[in-house]
């Protein structure tokens, strides 16, 4: 899927040695409210929305906060961390912190060899 010229491709991660797949989709048909992204820990899939059902697009930095967002809520989800899974705060709270970090582009502090 396109959006905001940026390709968003389905794209699959190891965790705890369990794969995940992550595919993302225009909207979720979910009733009156917006919704950004869910996690199933039963198919262990992740679905991300571009936008919404009345064709409002979501930034990249939309996308990127959500598909964090649910990509903790798999960490909860297949290290058997049930409480944190439904502590909608902490998973929002620490998304948040590591797409900060990740654009501060913490995690290439380590200069590579030549």
């Given amino acids: 899927m396109e959006e905001n010229n940026i390709r968003w491709k389905d794209f699959a991660f190891d965790l705890f040695g369990t794969t995940w797949k992550v595919h993302f989709v225009d909207y979720i048909e979910e009733g009156e409210s917006v919704d950004f992204g869910h996690t199933s820990d039963v198919t ?9 059902k009345e064709r409002y697009k979501f930034t990249k930095e939309q996308i990127v906060l959500t598909l964090t967002h649910e990509i903790m809520h798999s960490i909860a989800q297949t290290g058997q961390y049930t409480d ?3 502590d909608e705060p902490f998973i929002e709270g620490s998304a948040r912190c ?3 970090l990740i ?3 913490v995690f290439n502090y380590v200069e590579k060899e030549k």
Wanted: no cysteine.
């Fill in 98 to 100: 590591i797409v900060s």
């Fill in 103 to 105: 654009n501060q582009d």
């Fill in 44 to 52: 262990q899939e992740i679905i991300i929305a571009l936008g919404n």
């Fill in 84 to 86: 944190i899974n439904y």
